[in-house]
Structures are given as C-alpha cells and as structure tokens.
C-alpha cells in the first residue's frame, strides 16, 4: 500500500482552484473545493491538457482546452459516466495536504514474435 504524501500546504491552494503535483511519477491534480481537498489525474485523456488548469465548479472541473468536464470527487468524465480518470485518496492533516497516488503500472512488454519454426517444432512435438 502506497504512503500518502504531502503536496502542499493548505493556504498554498485557493478555494475554487487547483494545482498539479508530481507524486509517484504521476501528475495529480489538486483541488479546493470550499475547504475541501479533491485528487484526480491531472492529465486531461482527450489531448493531454493539465485537468488543475481548468475551471472549477459545482466538483465539477472543466479541461481548459475543449471544455470536456470531470468530478473532482471520483474522476468521472461527466458527458460519458461509463468512463473515469484515476482519482487519489487525499486528506488534511495539520496544515498538510496529502494524496495517496499509486505508481501507475508498467505496460505489459510485447509478445514475443512466433516464427514459422517454432510453430512447426511445436506441431511436431504434439504430434501434429
Ligand atoms: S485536452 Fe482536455 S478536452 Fe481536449
């Protein structure tokens, strides 16, 4: 399990804003909402834009480039529910603003290419 870490500080981050942070190799997005901290990807899926640049409203945050719309509460894209963006465990502690953010896993490595020789040594040893 992934430890929280600090990001900011409270005063550090405006009531109606938001602010990016590297952790764990990723960019999370931060943000105030009346007091309240919210964590999600900070890289927007449509063309990569920063989420924490945007305009914020209502938990809901709109991409600062062609205006697709996210919750800030669980990273869900509001004009197609089936879909979200990561959203991160984020708490106060003291003055502390803190996100637990999970390394995103490596990509799978690619498959081996099967060669017409191994194929066949295959078939052979199956009996086929
Ligand atoms: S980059 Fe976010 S809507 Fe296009």
Not at 87 to 110: H, I, M, N, W, Y
Not at 116 to 127: E, H, I, L, M, V
Request: glycine letters at 10%; hydrophobic letters at 40%; one cysteine or more.
């Amino acid at each position: 399990m992934t430890d929280f870490t600090t990001v900011a500080k409270v005063g550090d981050i405006a009531p109606g804003q938001g602010q990016a942070f590297p952790v764990n190799g990723r960019m999370v997005a931060v943000f105030n909402e009346d007091g309240k901290f919210f964590a999600i990807d900070d890289f927007c899926p449509h063309m990569g834009a920063s989420l924490a640049g945007g305009y914020m409203a209502d938990g809901i945050v709109t991409c600062p480039w062609h205006a697709w719309r996210f919750c800030i509460h669980d990273g869900q894209w509001c004009d197609n529910p089936r879909i979200k963006i990561d959203s991160f465990e984020c708490r106060v502690v003291g003055d502390d603003v803190q996100v637990r953010v999970t390394p995103k896993a490596p990509p799978l490595p690619p498959s081996p290419p099967i060669s017409p020789s191994t194929s066949a040594a295959t078939s052979q040893a199956s009996g086929g």
